[in-house]
């Protein structure tokens, strides 16, 4: 029976899928995801040459051996472009799981007490929410110094109150329902309320924020390493590696800027896709922000 | 409520968000983890150098002392003294402001004029090349570095076309000597033609860069907004009536369509200020933004604070600028 309904479904998923328009945009970003998380995975054994070593003459334009040319330190840009993926990444899925790892229990427990406690706390977290999120990150990020946990961290903070916010007013309109009121009339306790009551109702409209926030993240990540703010050198990075563009500019060197930034805009690309997609799917009724 | 007293209320409520800006960037600065004094000395400073210099930035008293200094300093106007040039922080960004102003100011209007007009014949052509395309723009430009789209540009237009100039605001050359800042203006005010030429040029690549960026926001937002107005029955009433499709469009639907859209935009000009320090560090626009990455370069704490300051000053009057003008097109707002 399990099998059937499994079947039928996946079945009936493929075909909505290739059906409208948005299945298509889904399913191209997804496919754009699974290419890098490939390449991350995979950069010792996909990469041609060492990504921080001096392999040839400085700024090669792209030929037969070096396919995306060398940098301004004869390194191969094909290989840093692909170990880049693994910093981007890693620090975009840290910095989210770290944004929800604050937001959420926030938004959780502030939704639940309501009364003063959760005015403050609301009034903080739209007070970041307004500000510049770059700009914060960028204050965090000079005080923490370089180092993928400080960066995520940095990009963290700036995305918290977005879980916050989705998390909190969600708590605040359910937790009167009767179910709740059900739980709590048999003698269950708050925490296991929260947590088993609550919390499974309002998770799935954090998943459609979570993949939203990667591609951001991403962004985000790229924009601090630009300004130098992010993993310390040699490290394979495309913020980073643009980060020295202007004297790739000086020296025409187009492939040095072209390729790491083709990756951040097709890696941005495909998280914005898919989450796009993924919002149709689960919240046809939630119509984007942005 | 009379709009008098809504701008009156709505100055009030932001205080408490101004303070909490404040206390915020003291948290970051001040407790997190990191020594801004060890930033500035270097870990194999002297103890005694150590000593003197926390005492002198007021780090050896109690936190919450040096809160009430911080708070206290920055309602006086005082952002403290770089430790670089040793010069007053307010004075710096002063200098620096109306480079800011200039180029975010290009890129709101240029990205406000292709985000209505475009979006607005997307609309209207719902489905159509023009709103494909437009969907597609959107897309792609959300997804571009303002950066990376910066430096392509002065590939192009600068290296290879030679069209225009790779960085900075005027050409030395000019020995342009300043009046108020805005050098569009003071060259205007001083008649000099040749200099009004040239700061335009220098501002074409940066303003066009982030305007690009920001303007596929409002390009998504004017187009949906309009897709759905033109779906209501007064639109419908007004075509019927048989007022010509582009006034219905412009004067009744497009009309309607902005009034959401100014709700957010205070959200987007952050999002312009964000853009502008990326967009003057590629083009070394002597702007607040490359102010702060350079002093971030030098570890130049009570730089870096100040700049922060006024960032969270500019969005606390932009979100009250907002508001009201909110109230004045939409009167519901005030109730």
Known sequence: ?290 | MSLKNYVITRILLAIPMMFILLALIFFILRIMPGDPVLAIVGGKAPQHVIEKLREQMGLNKSIPAQFVDYVLSMLKGDLGKSTLTNRPVLDELKERLPATIELTAFAFVMAVLIGTFWGAEAARKKDRSLDVGARMFAIVTYAIPVFWLGLMMQLLFGMVLKWLPVAGRISPALSFTPITGFYLVDSIIKGNWAALWDAFKHLIMPGVALGLIISSIFLRMVRNNTVLMLSKDFVKAAVARGIRERAVLYGHALKNALVPILTIMGLQLALLLAGAVLTETTFSWPGVGSYLVQKIRYRDFPAIQGTIVIFALIVVVISICVDIINALVDPRVRY
């Open chain 1, 1 to 290: 029976m399990k099998a059937v309904t499994s079947k039928y479904l996946s079945h009936r998923i493929t075909r909505k899928i290739f059906k409208s328009s948005t299945g298509i945009v889904t399913f191209i970003g997804a496919a754009i995801l699974v290419f890098f998380l490939f390449l991350a995975v995979f950069s010792p054994q996909i990469a041609p040459h060492n990504p921080t070593e001096r392999v040839s003459r400085p700024l090669q334009a792209p030929n037969s051996e070096f396919l995306f040319g060398t940098d301004n330190l004869g390194r191969d840009i094909l290989s840093r472009v692909i170990y880049g993926a693994r910093i981007a990444l890693t620090i975009a899925f840290l910095a989210v799981v770290i944004a929800a790892a604050i937001g959420i229990p926030l938004g959780l427990i502030s939704g639940y007490i309501g009364g003063v406690f959760d005015r403050i706390l609301t009034l903080i977290m739209d007070a970041i929410y307004s500000f510049p999120g770059l700009i914060l990150a960028i204050a965090i990020a000079a005080v923490l110094g370089p180092g993928i946990v400080n960066i995520a961290l940095s990009i963290a903070v700036v995305y918290a109150p977005t879980y916050f916010r989705v998390i909190r007013n969600q708590v605040a309109g359910i937790k009167d329902e009767l179910y709740v009121e059900a739980a709590r009339a048999l003698g269950a306790r708050s925490p296991s309320i929260l947590l088993r009551y609550i919390l499974p109702n309002v998770l799935p409209s954090v998943i459609v924020v979570l993949s939203m926030n990667l591609a951001d993240a991403i962004m985000t990540e790229a924009g601090l390493s630009f300004l130098g703010l992010g993993i310390a050198p040699p490290t394979p990075d495309w913020g980073y590696d643009l980060s020295s563009g202007q004297r790739f500019v000086l020296s025409k060197a187009w492939w040095a800027i072209l390729f790491p930034g083709i990756s951040i805009i097709t890696t941005v690309l495909g998280f914005s896709m898919f989450s796009e997609g993924l919002n149709e799917y689960l919240n046809p009724t939630i119509r984007e922000r942005r």
